[in-house]
Nanobody, 123 residues
Framework: VRLQASGGGLVQAGGSLRLSCAAS????????MAWFRQAPGKEREFIAA????????YYADSVKGRFTISRDNAKNTVYLQMNSLKPEDTAVYYC?????????????????WGQGTQVTVSS
């Protein structure tokens, strides 16, 4: 599956952005999907994941209550709604897909990655 992330940009602290990740192929609903991010000089970190059916979600503590992951299997797209953004949310955001197993926050367990979209939050 090929993934294309979009929706990043420059926003002031306290603002909102919605990221999208469009997937190619007819088997999108067979994949758990996740968002990760990587800030300059830091490791890529888990943000949120959603089960293939959309029935379950999982968030990193750093974004819980501010970010919401969702998906539309009819449109082969996963979303990340980001509210109350902080300067420390500045990073390149990546979407990822995983075919097998349970919902995971572990980077190495994801099989496919999008190219990333830059999010910059100014103070």
């Amino acid at each position: 599956v090929r993934l294309q992330a979009s929706g990043g940009g420059l926003v002031q602290a306290g603002g909102s952005l919605r990221l999208s990740c469009a997937a190619s192929g007819r088997t999108f609903s067979s994949y758990d999907m996740a968002w990760f991010r990587q800030a300059p000089g830091k490791e890529r970190e888990f943000i949120a994941a959603i089960r293939r059916s959309g029935s379950s979600t999982y968030y990193a503590d750093s974004v819980k209550g501010r970010f919401t992951i969702s998906r539309d299997n009819a449109k082969n797209t996963v979303y990340l709604q980001m509210n109350s953004l902080k300067p420390e949310d500045t990073a390149v955001y990546y979407c990822a897909a995983r075919r097998l197993g349970i919902l995971s926050s572990i980077r190495s367990e994801y099989d496919y990655w999008g190219q990333g979209t830059q999010v910059t939050v100014s103070s």
